[in-house]
């Protein structure tokens, strides 16, 4: 059932380069003396791609440190507000104090602090302890600067607007803001 590979394939026939006639590989080209300026533009083409590369790789990781270096400034954000945060829970409250409403911090001159309903302009003149600064506690318990909180009602509207349009996910991944810049 097996032929003889030198019956299928006679030895005049066929040559390394050449198989019935067809060739395989150009005689030219392995068979010629290379030009030294193909050596010398090969090795410039090598080097062309390897400064390519090194440039590439250099460009990813200064965007990935800069990356590093924004979230560190995160991270120490959100500890700097979350140390606020817990002091302002734990200044003296005479009342019960509920998300969304405005507080007002005062220091006595023992040096505790205290929250207040009453602004400074509220209480005029005789403003009896030193004003430190006014605060919306929001609902999440965080509490926010005065200077702060009309960007934060608006991050707020955004996020409140984004998740009523979208009372199911979509199918595809990317994120969908249509709308939001109405």
Known sequence: ??????????????TSSNVFGLEL?????????????DLVALASQVQKGDDFIKANACNK?????DQ???????????????????????????IVKKPGNMYYLYQR???QKYFSIISPKEWGPS?????????????????????EVEKKDAEMAIMDKLLSQQTA??????????????
């Open 61 to 65: 990781l200064t965007v990935i440190a």
């Open 109 to 111: 001159p023992s040096a």
């Open 1 to 14: 059932m097996s032929k003889n590979v030198n019956q299928c394939f006679p030895k005049d026939k066929m």
């Open 127 to 147: 403003c009896p302890h030193t004003f430190v600064g006014a605060f919306k506690l929001q609902h999440d318990m965080s509490w926010t600067p005065v200077d």
């Open 25 to 37: 590989v150009s005689s030219y080209q392995t068979n010629r003396v290379g030009d030294p300026m």
């Open 68 to 94: 590093i270096r924004y979230l560190q400034e995160q991270a120490k954000k959100v500890l700097e507000d979350a140390k606020r945060d817990a002091d302002l829970h734990h200044a003296a409250c005479n």
């Open 169 to 182: 996910l979509p199918p595809y991944t990317e994120p969908n803001f249509k709308g939001l810049s109405d």
